[in-house]
C-alpha cells in the first residue's frame, strides 16, 4: 500500500460511550487483514499529560514503553492490538498549545500574527500525520477525546475538516453517537444523534460512518431512519450493543461488516473475512472461565474508582481466563482499613493485590492488609507503591524497626528503607525525579518471579520516584525476604519476594501495563493459579 490512511473517530451526544473500545475494534479488524496499524488519543484537556491528574478526575495514568504518562485509553490500544505505544500516540491540547508557543518564541513564525487556525490546526494535523510519515503505517486511527459541541474539541474538528479535504479517500470519519431508551415511552430515541451529526456538519465534518450505542437492539427501520437524517448510507450505520466484555466489541463491528465498509469507502480490496482464530479462542475460553465459581481477589488501594485500577483489573481478568477461572475483584478502601475489620474485610478473598499510586493517605490500612496477607500465607501481590509498602511493613514487624518509613511519607524517618537513591539520580529518561518507562531487570534464577517469567532478562515499565534502600538489603535477605529482581544498569532493587510463602511478591515496575488479550502476563497468570490453588486448600 503506497499511502497511510487516516481513520478519525469522533464521539457525541454524551462522553464515556467507548470511543477507545470502538477504535481498538476497528484497528485489531485492519490488523487481522494484515495491515500496519497504530491508534493515536487526542485529550482536548489543556493538562500537558495525564500525569499530574488526580485518578478521579481520568482514570488510570498508563505509561508507554519510552516513559510517556498517557491517557488510558492507549492501554485499550496495546491490549486489543498487542503492539506499543509510544509519546506520539498520545497528545493534548496544552502539548499542541505549548509547542506553537515554544516556536513562536523561537522566532520560527517570523514575527506573524499566531491564531488558532491555522497555527494550532497546523501542529494538530502534524501530529495525525506524524505517524504515518515517520513510521509508514498504512492506517492511523485518531481517537478525539470529548464529545462534539465541546468548545475545547473545536481546533480538533476544524483539523479533520481540512484533512478530509486534503487526503481526499485516504481520510475517513467514524462518529459515535448514543440512541437512549426512553422507558417511559419504550421507544428508543434517535433525536440526539440527529443533533451530534448537525453538530459535527456545523463545524465542516460529515460523518462517513456512524456506530450507534445502545441497550437494546436497533431494528433495520430505525437506522435507515438514522442514515437518512444523517447523509450516511444504509450500510454505514452500526450498532453497538451492551456485550458481556470489551473483547466481544471487535466481532460484534466485524458481524456488521465495518472493516469491510472502511476498506471500500477507502478505496482498498476486501478480499477475505480473517477468522481472528486467536481471537474467538480467547473469548471462547473466556465464556467457559465465566461460568465458573468466582475467585476473589482485594484489590487494596484509596482510589474508589474502577477506571483508577483499569490495567491492574483487566490483567487479572486476562489472568483469570487462561488460569479457566472467573476472576472477581473486590475493591476494598485502604482508608477504612484497621487490625479490627481486617478480619472481616478480607473474609472470602482468595488474593489480594496492594495497589500503587502516591502520598500517605491510605497508607496505614496498606500495612495491615500486607501483614494479614503475610502473616495468614494469603497470595500478595504488590505494585509499585504496593511493593514499597510490602518493605515497610517488613521492616517494621520483621526487622524490628517500628519507625521504618519511606522518605515519601516521612522526610526525617530514621530508618528510610524507602527513599531517592543515588544510583537514581544517574538514570535518563526522567520525569523530575520520576522513574518512566520500560527498565531492565534481572531475575533470580529459582525465585518465584523468574519460575513466572520462564526467564532470567525481562523489561518492564515504571512510574515512581523512589526506591528500595540498598543499605537494608543484607537485612531483609538475612530475615527471609529476598530481593530477587535487580536492574543491571543501577543495581536498584525491582523485585522482592517470600519464597516460604506461597506466593508473596512485590514489583517496584507496573507489570500490569504489558499485559494483553493474547499475551497474558507472567506474574498475574502465576498470582492468580497461586490464588486458585490456595482457595482450593482452604475449602478442604
Known amino acids: 500500500m503506497k499511502e497511510t490512511k487516516y481513520i478519525f473517530v469522533t464521539g457525541g451526544v454524551a462522553s464515556s460511550l467507548g470511543k477507545g473500545i470502538i477504535s481498538s475494534s476497528i484497528g485489531k479488524l485492519l490488523q487481522a487483514r494484515g495491515y500496519k496499524v497504530t491508534i493515536q488519543k487526542f485529550d482536548p484537556y489543556i493538562n500537558i499529560d495525564p500525569g499530574t491528574l488526580n485518578p478521579y478526575e481520568h482514570g488510570e495514568c498508563y505509561v508507554t514503553v519510552d516513559g510517556h504518562e498517557a491517557d488510558l485509553d492507549l492501554g485499550h490500544y496495546e491490549r486489543f492490538l498487542s503492539i506499543h505505544t509510544a509519546k506520539e500516540n498520545n497528545l493534548t491540547t496544552g502539548r499542541i498549545y505549548k509547542s506553537v508557543i515554544d516556536k513562536e518564541r523561537r522566532g520560527d513564525y517570523?514575527?506573524?500574527t499566531i491564531q488558532v487556525v491555522p497555527h494550532i490546526t497546523d501542529e494538530i494535523k502534524r501530529n495525525?500525520?506524524?505517524l504515518g510519515n515517520r513510521y509508514k503505517f498504512d492506517f492511523v486511527i485518531t481517537e478525539i477525546g470529548g464529545t462534539v459541541g465541546d468548545i475545547e474539541s473545536l481546533p480538533y474538528l476544524e483539523s479533520i475538516?481540512?484533512?478530509?479535504?486534503?487526503?481526499?479517500?485516504?481520510?475517513?470519519?467514524?462518529?459515535?453517537?448514543?440512541?437512549?431508551?426512553l422507558a417511559a415511552a419504550g421507544e428508543l430515541k434517535t433525536?440526539?444523534?440527529?443533533?451530534?451529526?448537525?453538530?459535527?456538519q456545523s463545524a465542516g465534518v460529515q460523518p462517513d460512518i456512524l456506530v450507534l450505542r445502545t441497550e437494546h437492539e436497533l431494528s433495520l427501520s430505525l437506522r435507515k431512519k438514522v442514515a437518512l437524517f444523517c447523509n450516511v448510507e444504509e450500510h454505514s450505520v452500526v450498532q453497538s450493543i451492551d456485550a458481556p466484555t470489551i473483547y466481544e466489541v471487535p466481532l460484534l463491528m466485524q458481524a456488521q461488516d465495518l472493516d469491510v465498509t472502511i476498506l471500500k469507502k477507502m478505496g482498498l480490496p476486501v478480499g477475505e473475512t480473517p477468522q481472528m482464530a486467536p481471537w474467538r479462542a480467547f473469548l471462547d475460553r473466556r465464556r467457559k472461565a465465566e461460568q465458573t465459581e468466582p475467585l476473589h481477589i482485594a484489590l487494596v488501594g484509596k482510589y474508589d474508582l474502577q477506571d483508577?485500577?483499569?490495567?491492574?483489573?483487566?490483567?487479572?481478568?486476562?489472568?483469570?481466563?487462561?488460569n479457566d477461572r472467573k476472576v472477581e475483584v473486590d475493591f476494598v478502601n485502604s482508608e477504612k482499613l484497621t487490625e479490627a475489620n481486617i478480619e472481616k474485610?478480607?473474609?472470602?478473598?482468595?488474593?489480594?493485590?496492594?495497589?500503587p499510586g502516591f502520598g500517605e493517605r491510605g497508607i496505614p490500612g496498606k500495612f495491615v492488609a500486607i501483614q494479614y496477607a503475610r502473616t495468614h500465607d494469603i497470595p500478595c501481590f504488590g505494585i509499585c507503591l504496593g511493593m514499597q509498602c510490602m518493605a515497610i511493613e517488613f521492616a517494621r514487624n520483621v526487622l524490628g524497626y517500628s519507625d521504618a518509613n519511606s522518605r515519601e511519607m516521612d522526610e526525617k524517618t530514621p530508618h528510610n528503607v524507602i527513599d531517592i537513591m543515588e544510583e537514581q539520580k544517574?538514570?535518563?529518561?526522567?520525569?523530575?525525579t520520576m522513574r518512566l518507562g520500560a527498565y531492565e531487570c534481572v531475575l533470580q534464577k529459582g525465585s518465584k518471579a523468574y519460575k513466572a517469567y520462564g526467564k532470567e532478562h525481562i523489561q518492564e515499565r515504571h512510574r515512581h520516584r523512589y526506591e528500595f534502600n540498598n543499605l537494608y538489603k543484607e537485612e531483609y535477605e538475612a530475615a527471609g525476604m529476598k530481593c530477587v529482581g535487580i536492574n543491571p544498569e543501577s543495581d536498584l532493587v525491582e523485585v522482592v519476594e517470600i519464597p516460604t510463602l506461597k506466593w508473596f511478591i512485590g514489583t517496584q515496575f507496573h507489570p500490569e501495563y504489558s499485559s494483553t488479550v493474547l499475551n497474558p502476563h507472567p506474574l498475574f497468570v502465576s498470582f492468580v493459579k497461586a490464588s486458585i490453588d490456595a482457595a482450593s486448600e482452604a475449602s478442604v
Open 345 to 355: 474485610a478480607l473474609k472470602g478473598m482468595a488474593g489480594i493485590v496492594i495497589g
Open 128 to 130: 495525525v500525520m506524524l
Open 161 to 181: 475538516r481540512q484533512l478530509k479535504w486534503e487526503l481526499g479517500q485516504n481520510a475517513l470519519c467514524v462518529h459515535l453517537t448514543y440512541v437512549p431508551y
Open 191 to 200: 433525536k440526539p444523534t440527529q443533533h451530534s451529526v448537525k453538530e459535527l
Open 426 to 432: 544517574s538514570i535518563t529518561n526522567m520525569g523530575g
Open 308 to 322: 483508577a485500577y483499569k490495567s491492574i483489573r483487566e490483567a487479572l481478568s486476562q489472568a483469570g481466563t487462561y
Open 110 to 112: 517570523l514575527g506573524r
